[in-house]
């Protein structure tokens, strides 16, 4: 088979020999397997050593000198692999054992298609299911190559099986022309960003797919989050260039990007990633019992952004299905 897993690793002791026994249980094992630690300062390492030495098995390990984001580890891996796919694996996800054999088997369907995805579940930190997943991705070359030809963008997760020659001339993913220091938005939705490029082949007859089965499960923290602004704000400069590279206009990097936004932009984007924060926070806090915070953030969300609350009361009701 010729594809290469990865995994990215920083900071993920605690998770990683749970994800690596999923791995190890593939229905094809046949890959080769590839682990990049981002300059880990706990022992994941260590970890990934010992768990090799009681379940043998070819793979390599590279150890970055200094601790530089997961879009520059991605990099590492996917210039660093030379097998015709790569697949991603979150190095503190599980996966189901027949990941790989079901997303390999639907690449081969057609010479055409350039990235096959699943759908996922959501588990809490202890590894148990929690409401919600992701059960998004067009089914075939028809839904593809509408959304594609209206410049649309492509949320797919990572753990999508894909050509890595055809990511590569994508411009694979990008670490440059980013403001130095944090937070680094190279690091916020690269996967978008590279899916988008990519999406850009679909007047060559390229495609994505996505098998619509549950095949892996991420992990999510319960946590309270700040990071909707720099996600947002990658999402329009990911938009921006798409939409100047079908005009047939320069694109820009993201600092100059970045520049360029009024602060009425920067007004509206700080609105809707503050309903944003409030509604994802104010959920986890109500689950935890907290009856005066919890539906406080709740009701800014609303007041803030009103049409944001209702398009993701319509998402969940519609993935509770699922």
């Known amino acids: 088979m010729d594809l290469t897993l990865a995994i990215c690793v ?26 990049v630690d981002d300059c880990s300062t706990d022992g994941s390492v260590a970890a990934i050593r010992r768990f090799f030495e009681k379940h043998p098995r070819e793979y390599e390990l590279v150890e970055l000198d200094r601790n530089r984001g997961i879009c520059n580890a991605r990099k590492t891996a996917l210039e660093k692999a030379s097998t015709k796919y790569i697949l991603f694996v979150d190095a503190d996800d599980p996966v189901k054992d027949t ?18 995805t699943c759908w996922s579940r959501f588990i809490d930190m202890d590894g148990k ?68 490029r990519m999406s850009d082949r679909y007047k060559d007859g390229k495609y994505f797919k996505t098998v619509p089965e549950v095949l892996y499960y991420y992990r999510k923290s319960d946590g309270l989050s700040s990071n ?26 993201f600092s100059e990007f970045y520049a360029s936004l009024s602060e009425q932009d920067l007004k509206a984007l700080r609105d809707e990633a503050t ?8 959920v986890i806090l109500l689950k935890k019992g907290n009856i005066v915070k919890g539906p406080w953030l709740i009701l800014r969300s609303i007041t803030t952004r009103p049409a944001y609350f209702f398009d993701k009361l319509k998402h969940n009701l519609r993935l509770g299905g699922k």
């Open 228 to 253: 909707h602004f720099n996600m947002l704000l990658k999402m329009r400069y990911t938009k921006h260039n798409v939409r100047s590279r079908r005009a047939g206009k320069p694109e820009k990097t």
């Open 129 to 196: 299911q929690i409401a919600g997943g992701t059960f998004l991705g067009v089914r075939n070359k028809e839904e593809f190559n509408d959304k594609a030809s209206r410049g649309k963008l492509f949320f797919m997760p990572i753990h999508t099986l894909f050509d890595r020659q055809i990511a590569i001339e994508a411009g694979g993913f990008v670490v440059d022309g980013f403001p130095d220091g944090k937070p680094r938005y190279q690091d916020f939705c690269e996967e978008l960003d590279l899916w988008t």
């Open 275 to 282: 309903a944003a924060d409030c509604l994802r926070n104010g």
């Open 10 to 35: 920083y900071n993920a002791e605690k998770y990683l020999v749970e994800t690596l026994e999923s791995v190890m249980a593939q229905t094809r094992g046949d890959f080769k397997l590839l682990i």
């Open 99 to 116: 990941l790989v054999e079901r997303l390999y088997e639907a690449a081969q369907e057609d010479k055409d298609v350039m990235a096959v």
